[in-house]
Each structure stands twice: as structure tokens, then as C-alpha cells.
């Protein structure tokens, strides 16, 4: 069974950065095409880059490019979502999520796994 841990939320102020951190356990992120997510209160989850199965690939939602950068450490067996240039409208529960297959998803119901989420803040 996968699991995976999300750390690295807090509390910034808009123009700030943080590094949000995945870590795996159960399978190795070279064979999981692993994604971020986020949920604003009130607002649907949305999708917000992955990193393919090689980690040949990685994909970022439009309104994340050039701030969002997803990488992945496969010693340590985690992926990092490294935010820059924070707005107040990042403000989310981040997730981050595995699936199987070797194809890059951006759609929620095509992962298979889930962690519980880390907090990101932005303040103005």
C-alpha cells in the first residue's frame, strides 16, 4: 500500500516561498506518476502540476507556471513542490497524490493515492 506524507505548509507573506515536501512509502516514486493539488475553502480542488513515472515530464497548471516548480528526490523517495512568488490566492490545503500508471494525469480521479494534505497560507 502507498502512502504519502505532505510537510512544508505554514504561514507566508505574499512574495514569500515555500518548499512543500511529498514522502512515499510503499512504492518508489520512480514508478508513480506523482501530482500536486490544491483546495481553497469553497472552491473545487484543482490541479496543480505532476511529474511523470521517468521524471522525464512534468506538467504545471497555467496559473501556476513560472512560480511552481515540481522536482523529485529518488533516494529519499519524495517529491517537491517548490512555490515562489506567493499570492494570496495560493492559500490552500496542498495535496499531493501517486498513480500507477506511467501516463501524466491532471485529473483528480486518475490517482490512485493521497496524503492528507499540508496548509499553505498567504498573507497580504
Known amino acids: 500500500q502507498v502512502q504519502l506524507v505532505e510537510s512544508g505548509g505554514g504561514l507566508v507573506q505574499a512574495g514569500g516561498s515555500l518548499r512543500l515536501s511529498c514522502a512515499a512509502s510503499?512504492?518508489?516514486?520512480?514508478?508513480?506518476?506523482m501530482g500536486w493539488f490544491r483546495q481553497a475553502p469553497g472552491k473545487e480542488r484543482e490541479f496543480v502540476g505532476c511529474i511523470s513515472w521517468g521524471g522525464g515530464m512534468t506538467k504545471n497548471a497555467d496559473s501556476v507556471k513560472g512560480r511552481f516548480t515540481i522536482s523529485r528526490d529518488t533516494d529519499k523517495n519524495t517529491v517537491t513542490l517548490q512555490i515562489d512568488s506567493l499570492k494570496p490566492e495560493d492559500t490552500a490545503v496542498y495535496y499531493c497524490?501517486?498513480?500507477?500508471?506511467?501516463?501524466?494525469?491532471?485529473?483528480?480521479?486518475?490517482?490512485?493515492?493521497w496524503g492528507q494534505g499540508t496548509q499553505v497560507t498567504v498573507s497580504s
Open positions: 510503499g512504492r518508489s516514486v520512480r514508478t508513480l506518476t
Open positions: 497524490a501517486g498513480d500507477t500508471s506511467a501516463v501524466v494525469h491532471t485529473l483528480g480521479n486518475q490517482y490512485d493515492y
